[in-house]
Nanobody, 121 residues
Framework: QVQLVESGGGLAQAGGSLRLSCAASGRFFSWFAMGWFRQVPGKERELVATIRWSGDNLEYADSVKGRFTISFDNTKNWGNLEMNSLKPEDTAVYYC??????????????WGQGTQVTVSS
C-alpha cells in the first residue's frame, strides 16, 4: 500500500513560481508512475504531468508544457513539480497520485490529500 503526502503550494503572483513535493512511502512497483493532477470546482480532475518511478516516460498537459517540470528521485521516493511562469488559470487544488500511469485518472489508485495553489493576476 502506497501513501502519498504532499507539501508546497500556496499563493503566487502571475509570472511567479511554486514547487510542489510529494513524499511516497509503502510498497509500490518500480514500473508505476507518479502523476500530478489538478481540479477546480465544477470541473473534472485533469492530468498536469506524469513520470514513472524510474524517472522516465514524462508527459505533460499541453497547457503546462515549457512551464512546469516534473521529477522523481527514486532514491528518496520523493517527487517534485516545479511550476514556473504561473498563470491565474493554474489556480486549482493539486494532487499527486500513484498507479500504472497514463493520462487518465482511472489509472491512479492512490492519492494525496491535495494542496491549494492560487495565482493572482
Amino acid at each position: 500500500q502506497v501513501q502519498l503526502v504532499e507539501s508546497g503550494g500556496g499563493l503566487a503572483q502571475a509570472g511567479g513560481s511554486l514547487r510542489l513535493s510529494c513524499a511516497a512511502s509503502g510498497r509500490f512497483f518500480s514500473w508505476f508512475a507518479m502523476g500530478w493532477f489538478r481540479q477546480v470546482p465544477g470541473k473534472e480532475r485533469e492530468l498536469v504531468a506524469t513520470i514513472r518511478w524510474s524517472g522516465d516516460n514524462l508527459e505533460y498537459a499541453d497547457s503546462v508544457k515549457g512551464r512546469f517540470t516534473i521529477s522523481f528521485d527514486n532514491t528518496k521516493n520523493w517527487g517534485n513539480l516545479e511550476m514556473n511562469s504561473l498563470k491565474p488559470e493554474d489556480t486549482a487544488v493539486y494532487y499527486c497520485a500513484s498507479g500504472p500511469g497514463g493520462r487518465t485518472r482511472l489509472n491512479y489508485y492512490t492519492w494525496g490529500q491535495g494542496t491549494q495553489v492560487t495565482v493572482s493576476s
